[in-house]
Antibody, heavy 117, light 107 residues
Framework: QVQLQESGPGLVKPSQTLSLTCTVS??????????WSWIRQHPGKGLEWIGY???????YYNPSLKSRVTISVDTSKNQFSLKLSSVTAADTAVYYC?????????WGQGTLVTVSS | DIQMTQSPSSVSASVGDRVTITCRAS??????LAWYQQKPGKAPKLLIY???SLQSGVPSRFSGSGSGTDFTLTISSLQPEDFATYYC?????????FGPGTKVDIK
């Protein structure tokens, strides 16, 4: 059973960089076949896809966030990470990592990140 | 980007009711559509993929249909554990996009 777990600071100051890591267990990122994604959900709102990465390092980002987003992968640790720069209060959200196999079939539990001074 | 819309935005129903939720894509997406269930404080859960295929472990009271631009999720007999918000999502093109959600609550 594949499991994903997000980790990182729950509070980030405005203009700083949000950094989160997703640790995958029960399956290897380097086995290929899946895209490893970040998705966020603003409080009380819908779901917004941020981007994904393949085990090889190929990435695709949501054009609406592309200038601020970097997703990277560490196959030795079976982890992938999100960096979102120049954050504002509008980036306050629950951030999920998820596995994309045409559809998002496995999700982490989510982590709330609040942007506030 | 492909825009996804859902109707209704909320529905009040009783246990045992048949509930139908509609999702529409801004352009044809063939059958590249999924449905997710989300309960408060939890991550979304994949229910239906490829418009009508039931994800493993999902009760058979859930079904999906449609292709092209119009899709439906049907819960044949609503159970207490089904009160949640439901989202559709297209995987036809990148970026994948979600509908705004339909909240199913207790009448």
């Amino acid at each position: 059973q594949v499991q994903l777990q997000e980790s990182g600071p729950g509070l980030v100051k405005p203009s700083q960089t949000l950094s989160l890591t997703c640790t995958v267990s029960g399956g290897s990122i380097s086995s290929g076949g899946y895209y490893w994604s970040w998705i966020r959900q603003h409080p009380g709102k819908g779901l917004e896809w941020i981007g994904y990465i393949y085990y090889s390092g190929s990435t695709y980002y949501n054009p609406s966030l592309k200038s601020r987003v970097t997703i990277s992968v560490d196959t030795s640790k079976n982890q992938f990470s999100l960096k979102l720069s120049s954050v504002t209060a509008a980036d306050t959200a629950v951030y999920y990592c998820a596995r994309l196999d045409d559809y998002f079939d496995y999700w982490g539990q989510g982590t709330l990140v609040t942007v506030s001074s | 980007d492909i825009q996804m819309t859902q109707s209704p935005s909320s529905v009040s129903a009783s246990v045992g009711d048949r509930v139908t939720i509609t999702c529409r894509a801004s352009q044809g997406i063939s059958s590249w559509l999924a449905w997710y269930q989300q309960k408060p404080g939890k991550a979304p859960k994949l229910l239906i993929y490829a418009a009508s295929s039931l994800q493993s472990g999902v009760p058979s009271r859930f079904s999906g249909s449609g292709s092209g631009t119009d899709f439906t999720l049907t819960i044949s007999s609503l159970q207490p554990e089904d009160f949640a918000t439901y989202y559709c999502q297209q995987s036809y093109s990148t970026p994948p996009t979600f509908g705004p959600g339909t909240k199913v609550d207790i009448k």
